[in-house]
T-cell receptor
Framework: GAVVSQHPSRVICKSGTSVKIECRSL??????MFWYRQFPKKSLMLMAT?????????EQGVEKDKFLINHASLTLSTLTVTSAHPEDSSFYIC???????????FGPGTRLTVT | RKEVEQDPGPFNVPEGATVAFNCTYS??????FFWYRQDCRKEPKLLMS???SGNEDGRFTAQLNRASQYISLLIRDSKLSDSATYLC?????????????FGSGTRLSIRP
């Protein structure tokens, strides 16, 4: 299947700092990328949907000024967690979908720990 | 009520057993359906798409009942490596731009 990478795979940061997570589609053009968050033993929660070249659409309850999403090219989307707090500690997973496709391909995830 | 509902399990079955998972969805406009599998602390991986006519891939069989808004996954001759969480996924609406909704997953544990 298609390959999606995420970087970094694991990050520890101090409270109040910002963290940027990159999501790349390596062998296809991702017109749509999704960002999810998953707490331990819980289901994936969609945070936002981003289409290349346009603003992201955030799910209810997700602060767009706290979770900045940029999808500047067909192969790269970034999620920046601004002014991180311990409660932002979670597993962040991106997925990518090609134009006219229903299938999503997931990145390996980024484990964020805010101390 | 959640838009996509699954029995959370856990299902604990012996190796070689047949196990079935069910999933119901509430939005009748949903058009495409998938089963994903997620291993502990890993990302979800597509297991199979679910077609109206039902489809089979080796030991895995997926069925869709649009009238009942019900999806199933059957695993035959289960292996230890089948232990994972199985996610039912529904594409709400009829285009690739529609939102995809994940069920909360069913945990499966295969014992020797």
């Amino acid at each position: 299947g298609a390959v999606v990478s995420q970087h970094p795979s694991r990050v520890i940061c101090k409270s109040g700092t910002s963290v940027k997570i990159e999501c790349r589609s390596l062998d296809f053009q991702a017109t749509t990328m999704f960002w999810y968050r998953q707490f331990p033993k819980k289901s994936l929660m969609l945070m936002a949907t981003s289409n290349e070249g346009s603003k992201a659409t955030y799910e209810q309850g997700v602060e767009k000024d706290k979770f900045l999403i940029n999808h500047a090219s067909l192969t790269l989307s970034t999620l920046t967690v601004t002014s991180a707090h311990p409660e932002d500690s979670s597993f962040y997973i991106c997925s990518a979908r090609a134009r006219s496709s229903y299938e999503q391909y997931f990145g390996p995830g980024t484990r964020l720990t805010v101390t | 009520r959640k838009e996509v509902e699954q029995d959370p399990g856990p299902f604990n079955v012996p190796e070689g057993a047949t196990v079935a998972f069910n999933c119901t969805y509430s939005n009748s406009a949903s058009q495409s359906f998938f089963w994903y599998r997620q291993d502990c602390r890993k990302e979800p991986k597509l297991l199979m798409s679910v077609y109206s006519s039902g489809n089979e891939d080796g030991r895995f069989t997926a069925q869709l009942n649009r009238a009942s808004q019900y999806i199933s996954l059957l695993i035959r001759d289960s292996k230890l490596s089948d232990s994972a969480t199985y996610l039912c996924v529904v594409n709400r609406g009829g285009s690739s731009a529609s939102k995809i909704i994940f069920g909360s997953g069913t945990r499966l544990s295969i014992r020797p």
